[in-house]
Antibody, heavy 121, light 108 residues
Framework: EVQLVESGGGLVQPGGSLRLSCAAS????????MHWVRQAPGKGLVWVSR????????SYADSVKGRFTISRDNAKNTLYLQMNSLRAEDTAVYYC??????????????WGQGTLVTVSS | DIQMTQSPSSLSASVGDRVTITCRAS??????LNWYQQKPGKAPKLLIY???SLQSGVPSRFSGSGSGTDFTLTISSLQPEDFATYYC??????????FGQGTRLEIK
C-alpha cells in the first residue's frame, strides 16, 4: 500500500524553527517528485514547495521563499521541510503529497494525513 | 500566479441530485486541471486529473470536463458520502501551483 506519514509538527514561538518529515512506503520513493501543501485552520489548500526525484531541483511559494527548505533522503525514503523564521500565518496543517505526472500535467496522489504546525507565543 | 476561482463557494443539495461545480482560471491552462475531495479532518483525495480523467477507484458518478479557462466537476447522482469540500488545482504553471478556494457541498 502506498503510504505517506508526516511527523514533526507542534507548537513553536514566532521566529522559531521546525523540521517536518514525511516517511514514504509502498512505492519507489526515489522515482517521484514530492510536494508540501498546507491548509490554515478553516481555510483552503495552498501549495508550499516541491522537489524533484533526486533532490537537485526545488521550488517554493513566494510566501515561504527564503525561510523554508525542502529536501529528501532517498536512502531513508523520507521527505523533509525545514521551516525557519516562522510566523503566525504559517500556522496550518502541512501535508506531503506524491507527484504524479503524464502528458496533461501533474497531480497529487496520494496525500499524507497531515501534521499540525502552530506558531504562537 | 494563475488564479483559480470556484463557484459556488457553497452548495446545498439532496441525495440523488445532479451537482455541477465550476472552476475558472485567470488564463488558459489547457487541460492542466485536477479535482480533489476533502472531508473534515481528512487529507484531500484525488478525483479527476487532466480535466477529465477519472482516478482509479473513484466512482463513475464523478466526471470532469473543460479546457482553456473553464472547467466543471459533475456528480451525476449525489450519495451521502459525497458531502465534502471540493477543490480544483492547476498544474499549468509548475513553479506556482494554485488551488481554487473550495466548494463546500452540504446536505439540504
Amino acid at each position: 500500500e502506498v503510504q505517506l506519514v508526516e511527523s514533526g509538527g507542534g507548537l513553536v514561538q514566532p521566529g522559531g524553527s521546525l523540521r517536518l518529515s514525511c516517511a514514504a512506503s509502498g512505492f519507489t520513493f526515489s522515482s517521484y517528485w514530492m510536494h508540501w501543501v498546507r491548509q490554515a485552520p478553516g481555510k483552503g489548500l495552498v501549495w508550499v514547495s516541491r522537489i524533484n526525484s533526486d533532490g537537485s531541483s526545488t521550488s517554493y511559494a513566494d510566501s515561504v521563499k527564503g525561510r523554508f527548505t525542502i529536501s529528501r533522503d532517498n536512502a531513508k525514503n523520507t521527505l523533509y521541510l525545514q521551516m525557519n523564521s516562522l510566523r503566525a500565518e504559517d500556522t496550518a496543517v502541512y501535508y506531503c503529497a506524491r507527484d504524479r505526472r503524464l502528458t496533461g500535467g501533474n497531480w497529487f496522489d496520494p496525500w499524507g494525513q497531515g501534521t499540525l504546525v502552530t506558531v504562537s507565543s | 500566479d494563475i488564479q483559480m476561482t470556484q463557484s459556488p463557494s457553497s452548495l446545498s443539495a439532496s441525495v440523488g441530485d445532479r451537482v455541477t461545480i465550476t472552476c475558472r482560471a485567470s488564463q488558459s491552462i489547457s487541460s492542466y486541471l485536477n479535482w480533489y475531495q476533502q472531508k473534515p479532518g481528512k487529507a484531500p483525495k484525488l478525483l479527476i486529473y487532466a480535466a477529465s480523467s477519472l482516478q482509479s477507484g473513484v466512482p463513475s458518478r464523478f466526471s470532469g470536463s473543460g479546457s482553456g479557462t473553464d472547467f466543471t466537476l459533475t456528480i451525476s447522482s449525489l450519495q451521502p458520502e459525497d458531502f465534502a469540500t471540493y477543490y480544483c488545482q492547476q498544474s499549468y504553471s509548475t513553479l506556482a501551483i494554485t488551488f481554487g478556494q473550495g466548494t463546500r457541498l452540504e446536505i439540504k
